[in-house]
C-alpha cells in the first residue's frame, strides 16, 4: 500500500486494526513545567512492559516558558532511532498547538488539555480532550505544585488509552521517587484520576496499543553522560576537573552522585577520586593536565566551546605526553551555535586540535553501554600511550535516555602504561648502565618510560616543557632533535591503530556498497540498512569506533564500489578523515551529512542513499 | 678534622648545597632572577627540604624559564601562560606530601593569568606563589606588563599611561593567606621569607620586585636596582625559626619583635623597625598598600598571615597514601557494586 492511498482513503478506517507496539508520540509542554517526570515515568513504565523503547528530548536553551517536546517511539522490532512523524500528540503548550497537527502522520492522535482552543483540526486524525485543569483541581495537591503534577494528567489518559497496566506505572513511580511516600502519592492520585476518566468518557476510535512483550530482557534505561562517567568511575577515575556546560554538564554531577557509593571507604570515610569544579574550561584541562602528568587518572568533560578553550593545554599535552582523557559532549556549532541541539561537527577539530603537527586518539562509544566501556577504556589508553585522549559523544546520546545493555565490569586489569616507581626505575637503571630519560624510546614503539612526581629516587626527576626538549627531556633547540622527537610521536600514535577499540562491522549478502559512520547515527543506521535491503539494496555497515583507524577500516573502503560516511555535520568531518587516511580510495567516499540539530533518521539515510544511488 | 668538614657541608637530610642546585641559568647577567633562584636553592637546603620533595610550576616568559636554574633533583613542569595554578593544582592533588613551588612572573600572573591566579589564592591550595616582578615584558624584548608604573617610558612602546596592577592588593583582595613581599636585592629577608612560605599551610603569595637589566632598569623607576634599594621601606627585620629548633630567639630584644606561629609550628619572628605593624591584621594590610601607593615606596616584608585558614586539602578527604600511589584494587569499585547499579537502572 503507498502513501498515496492512505492519504486518499479514509486513514481513520484504514488504520482500524491494531498497531501494537509500533508506534510514536510526542508531547508538546512548556520548558520548566515538570515534564520530564511524566515523560520518564511513561518510557520507563514501556520499558518495564519489555517493550523495546526510546525517548528523546527536543528543548530549547532556556530554563522556562519556551515549547519543549518529547518523543517516545516504541518498537517491538527493537528499533531505538528517531522517526520524525507521530502517530499519537499529546499537547499541552497552547503557544504550540497549532503547530502540531502536521507532524502528526494520517490517521495519528491528538491528546490535548480541554482549555486549548484548536481550530481547524485535520479531518484524518483522531481528538481526544483531557480534562487536565478540572482532574488537578480535583486532586489533593496544593496549589504550587499544581502546574508540576498537571502532566501527570497525561500520563494516566495515555496509560488507559494504550494499555499500559496502572500497576506498572505505581511501580515505576516509586521508583522513580526512590519510595518518597508523599511525592508518590500526589503525583499517583492524578495519574490515577485521569486513567479513570478515561476509561468513562473516552471511546477508543484508533489503532495505537502496547503489550507486554519480552524485548528489554538484560537492558537498562540510562543516558550515556551518567554511563561514561560510572565508566570512568570503573576505571579508577583519581581527579576530574570540569566546568558547566550543556549538554556535558551532567556527566560530571555524576561522579558528585556516584563517588560517595563507589569510591570512598565506608569506615574512614576517604575518597579516591577528587573532583574540582574548576573557574572556566581552560582551568578544568590545565588541573587535569598537571593531575595526570602526576600520576592520576584524570578526565574532563565539556562540549565545542569548552572544546575551543582546551585547545592549547591539549597541545602540550600532546608534546609532553601527559596522559589525560577529554570527553566532548557535542552539540551544534561553530560558536555558541545550538547549545541544546545534538551533532557530530567536532571530529576533525578533535582530531587535530592546537596549533602545530598534532594527532590524538579519538574514541567513539556509539550506545550508552559503550560510553561506559570507554569510560574506563579511555583511562587505560591514555596512560599506556600517554597521550591524549578524546572520548565524541553527543547530547543525544549524553542526555537522552536509552535502553543499553546491561553495563559490563571491566573485563581486563587497569592498564597504568610504562610508569617507574622507585624500584622499577633502579631496576631499569642496572639493565641499562644508568642510561634513562623520559622521552628516550627504550623498546621501539614510540613509547617512552615516566616516573611521576613523588617518586623519591634521585634520578626519577625531569623538567617537563611544551618547548624543544631531548630524549632526556632537556631543553633543546636543535633542528634534528626536534623532529626525531615529532617523528616519534607520530610513531607511537600510529601504533595505536591496531590496538584500539576496533569497528562493529555488520555485512549483508550481496552488499556491495558500504556504509560507515560513528557514534548515536548508530540505530537509525541498522533501521536504514533494513529499510534499503527492503527496496533491493543489500548494504554492509561498518561503525568506527576510534581514530587514528585500523587496517580492517580501509580494508572495507578499498573493497566497496562506494562508501557512504555517514554523520551529523555539514561538511563530512568523518569523510575528510578516511579521505585523509586513504587518498588513493578517497573518491569511493561520498558525504551522507545532515546537521539539523535533530538525531538522523532511518527514513533520512535510506532515502538520501537511495537518491545517490540512482545517479 | 675531614669527617668534621664534611659534617659541616651537609644539611639534616644530608645534602650539600650541589643537591639543591640547578642548571646553569640563560637569563640575561644580572637579572634580578637569578638572585631569586640562588635563594630559593638556600632556603631548601636550610629548611632541610629534600628535593624530591619538591615540585616546581611555571607559566610562560622569562620568570617561568627559572625553575630550570635551582632544584635539578625536583620534578617540574613549565606549562602554559598564565596557567601554572591550575597545572599546580591537579598536580599537587597526587600527593599532598610535595611541596609546590610555581615561579610566574608579572606579564604571566597580572595579565592572562590573573583569573587562575585569584582562583588558586581563593582555594587556597598549599604552595609558594612567586611573582617575579619586573614590569616588563622581557622575552618579548620590552612592552609593558600590568604591573608597569604610570609614566615609565620604554624605547618601542612611549609612556604607560595606566595605573599598574598590585600583586599583592590583589593576593589580599582574593583572601590569601600569606603576602608577602620582598626585592631581589634583599637576599637575606628574601630567604627568610622564602622559608616562612614553604611552612604555610595555604597559598603563600610572595611579589619579588627583580629588576630586569636589559629592558627595564631606569634609576629612577620602581623596578629597578637602584630604585629598590633607595626606596625598600621593610616592615620588619625578619627571621624564621623552623619547628625542630628549641633555640628560642635571643637576637631579638623584648618588645620589639613580634612571632608569628605557622602551621608546622615554626616560627616567624619580625623585628619591629621603624613602625609596629601587625601583619595578623587584614585591615592593616590594605592600609600600609595604599599608604605605600601614595608615597611610592617599595613596602617589603611579609604583608599578611592568617595561618588558620584551612586549605584547599582540608576540603577533600583524600586516603593517607598518596593518591597517585594507590593500587588498582583501591580505584575499581566491585563488581557486585556495578550489579546494583544495573538493578537501580531497570
Known amino acids: 500500500m503507498s502513501e498515496e492511498t492512505i492519504v486518499a482513503g479514509n486513514p481513520i478506517e484504514q488504520k482500524r486494526c491494531p498497531i501494537v507496539n ?142 499500559i497496566p496502572l500497576d506498572v506505572v505505581y511501580q515505576t513511580l516509586e521508583f522513580q521517587f526512590k519510595g518518597k511516600k508523599k511525592a508518590i502519592d500526589s503525583n499517583w492520585s492524578v ?150 541541539r545534538t551533532a557530530q561537527c567536532d571530529y576533525t577539530f578533535a582530531y587535530f586540535i592546537s596549533h602545530g603537527d598534532t594527532q590524538y586518539i579519538i574514541l567513539i562509544p556509539g550506545s550508552v553501554n559503550e560510553c561506559f566501556e570507554f569510560g574506563w577504556r579511555a583511562l587505560d589508553t591514555a596512560e599506556h600511550f600517554q597521550t591524549p585522549v578524546l572520548v565524541m559523544s553527543d547530547l543525544d ?72 626538549h631531548d630524549e632526556y627531556g632537556r631543553y633543546n633547540e636543535e633542528g634534528d632533535v626536534w623532529e626525531q622527537g615529532m617523528n616519534r610521536l607520530a610513531k607511537k600514535i600510529n601504533g595505536s591503530r591496531e590496538l584500539l577499540p576496533k569497528p562493529v562491522l555488520k555485512k549483508r549478502d550481496g552488499a556491495k556498497i558500504g556504509i560507515i559512520s560513528a557514534g548515536s547515527t548508530d540505530p537509525a543506521i541498522i533501521e536504514a540498512c533494513d529499510l534499503l535491503e527492503a527496496d533491493g539494496i543489500p548494504v554492509d555497515y561498518l561503525r568506527l569506533r576510534a581514530l587514528p583507524v585500523c587496517q580492517q577500516v580501509l580494508d572495507f573502503i578499498k573493497d566497496h564500489d562506494c562508501v557512504y560516511v555517514v554523520e551529523m555535520n555539514r561538511d563530512g568531518q568523518l569523510q575528510q578523515i578516511l579521505s585523509l587516511e586513504t587518498p588513493e580510495h578517497a573518491t569511493r567516499l561520498k558525504k551522507v551529512a545532515h546537521m539539523d540539530g535533530f538525531p538522523l533518521t532511518a527514513q533520512w539515510i535510506s532515502s538520501e542513499i537511495k537518491a545517490q544511488e540512482a545517479k | 678534622m675531614t669527617d668534621q668538614n664534611q659534617r659541616q657541608q651537609v644539611n639534616a637530610a644530608g645534602l650539600s648545597r650541589a643537591d639543591y642546585r640547578g642548571a646553569p641559568s640563560t637569563l640575561c647577567q644580572g637579572c634580578g632572577h637569578n638572585g631569586i633562584a640562588s635563594q630559593i636553592v638556600a632556603a631548601c637546603y636550610e629548611l632541610d627540604i629534600v628535593p624530591e620533595q619538591v615540585v616546581k610550576f611555571s607559566g610562560i616568559g622569562c620568570s617561568s624559564k627559572s625553575p630550570t636554574y635551582f632544584l635539578s633533583r625536583s620534578f617540574g613542569f613549565n606549562g602554559l601562560h598564565g596557567r601554572m595554578p591550575s597545572l599546580a593544582l591537579g598536580a599537587l592533588f597526587a600527593d599532598t606530601s610535595l611541596k609546590g613551588i610555581g615561579v610566574s612572573g608579572d606579564g604571566d600572573t597580572a595579565s592572562i593569568g590573573m583569573g587562575q591566579f585569584k582562583h588558586l589564592v581563593r582555594r587556597n591550595l598549599p604552595m609558594v606563589y612567586l611573582v617575579e616582578n619586573n614590569g616588563v615584558y622581557g622575552l618579548t624584548k620590552g612592552q609593558f606588563s600590568a604591573t608597569a608604573e604610570r609614566g615609565l617610558e620604554l624605547k618601542r612602546q612611549g609612556i604607560n599611561p595606566f595605573l599598574p596592577v598590585d600583586i599583592c592588593l590583589e593576593a589580599l583582595v582574593a583572601n590569601a593567606t600569606f603576602v608577602a613581599r620582598s626585592f631581589a636585592g634583599d637576599p637575606k629577608q628574601l630567604k627568610e621569607l622564602l622559608k616562612a612560605a614553604f611552612s604555610h599551610n595555604g597559598i603563600a603569595v610572595l611579589d619579588i620586585i627583580s629588576p630586569c637589566v636589559t629592558f627595564h632598569n631606569k634609576e ?115 563488581r557486585q557494586s556495578l550489579e546494583e547499579i544495573n538493578q537501580s537502572l531497570i
Open chain 1, 22 to 163: 509500533d508506534f510514536c508520540m510526542t508531547v508538546s509542554t512548556v520548558n520548566g513545567s515538570g515534564s520530564a517526570t511524566a515523560n520518564n515515568l511513561l518510557l520507563r513504565s514501556l520499558f518495564r512492559m519489555g517493550i523495546p523503547v526510546s525517548g528523546k528530548n527536543i528543548f530549547p536553551s532556556n530554563i522556562q516558558g519556551l515549547p519543549t517536546w518529547y518523543t517516545i517511539r516504541v518498537s517491538r522490532k527493537g528499533y531505538i532511532g528517531r522517526v520524525a512523524k507521530d502517530d499519537i500528540v499529546v499537547a499541552m503548550n497552547p503557544a504550540t498547538i497549532a503547530k502540531e497537527a502536521p507532524f502528526i502522520s494520517p490517521g495519528g492522535v491528538m491528546f490535548y488539555a480541554d482549555d486549548l482552543r484548536i481550530s481547524d483540526l485535520r479531518e484524518d486524525i483522531i481528538a481526544y480532550p483531557m480534562p487536565v485543569k478540572k482532574l488537578v483541581k480535583e486532586a489533593d495537591v496544593a496549589p504550587s505544585m499544581r502546574d508540576y503534577i498537571a502532566n501527570m494528567v497525561y500520563v494516566g489518559v495515555l496509560a488507559q488509552m494504550i494499555g
Open chain 1, 191 to 340: 495519574v490515577k484520576a485521569a486513567a479513570d476518566w478515561a476509561a468513562a468518557n473516552l471511546e477508543k476510535r484508533d489503532p495505537f496499543r502496547v503489550e507486554p512483550m519480552n524485548g528489554t530482557e538484560g537492558y537498562i534505561m540510562a543516558d550515556g553522560n551518567m554511563a561514561g562517567a560510572l565508566g570512568a568511575l570503573y576505571g579508577g577515575l583519581q581527579f576530574a576537573g570540569w566546568y558547566p556546560i550543556t549538554p556535558a554538564t551532567s556527566l560530571a554531577e555524576t561522579f558528585t552522585d556516584y563517588v560517595p557509593l563507589l569510591r570512598t571507604d565506608p569506615e574512614t570515610g576517604r575518597q579516591t577520586c577528587a573532583v574540582v569544579q574548576a573557574e572556566d574550561e581552560l582551568a578544568a584541562i590545565g588541573m587535569v593536565v598537571g593531575a595526570g602528568w602526576a600520576g592520576l587518572r584524570a578526565m574532563t568533560s565539556t562540549s565545542g566551546p569548552g572544546l575551543s578553550l582546551m585547545a592549547e593545554y591539549l597541545g602540550l599535552a600532546y608534546y609532553a605526553e601527559v596522559p589525560v582523557v577529554v570527553w566532548d559532549v557535542q552539540r551544534v556549532g561553530p560558536s555558541t551555535g545550538l547549545p541544546t
Open chain 1, 397 to 468: 546520546l549524553g542526555m537522552n535516555q536509552w535502553m543499553t545493555p546491561a553495563f559490563q565490569y571491566p573485563d581486563q586489569p587497569m592498564d597504568r602504561g610504562k610508569i617507574l616507581w622507585e624500584d622499577d626505575l633502579e631496576k631499569l637503571l642496572a639493565e641499562r648502565n644508568g642510561d634513562w630519560g623520559r622521552y628516550l624510546d627504550i623498546d621501539g614503539d614510540g613509547i617512552p618510560y615516566r616516573t611521576v612526581a613523588g617518586n623519591r629516587h634521585p634520578r626519577s626527576a625531569y623538567f617537563t616543557r611544551g618547548t624543544g
Open chain 2, 220 to 334: 629612577n623607576t620602581l623596578h629597578s636596582y637602584t630604585y629598590g634599594k633607595e626606596h625598600e621601606e621593610p616592615l620588619h627585620e625578619i627571621a624564621y625559626v623552623p619547628a625542630r629548633d628549641d633555640i628560642t630567639v635571643e637576637d631579638f630584644e623584648e618588645g620589639s619583635s613580634r612571632e608569628v606561629t605557622l602551621h608546622d609550628g615554626s616560627i616567624i619572628v619580625l623585628k619591629k623597625l621603624n613602625q609596629d605593624y601587625d601583619p595578623t591584621n587584614k585591615a592593616a594590610a590594605y592600609a600600609l598598600l595604599e599608604e605605600s601607593h601614595r608615597n611610592q615606596e617599595l613596602i617589603t616584608g611579609l604583608i599578611y598571615v592568617d595561618p588558620a585558614v584551612p586549605s584547599m586539602f582540608d576540603a577533600y578527604h583524600l586516603p593517607e597514601t598518596a593518591l597517585n600511589r594507590l593500587p588498582e584494587k583501591d580505584l575499581r569499585p566491585t
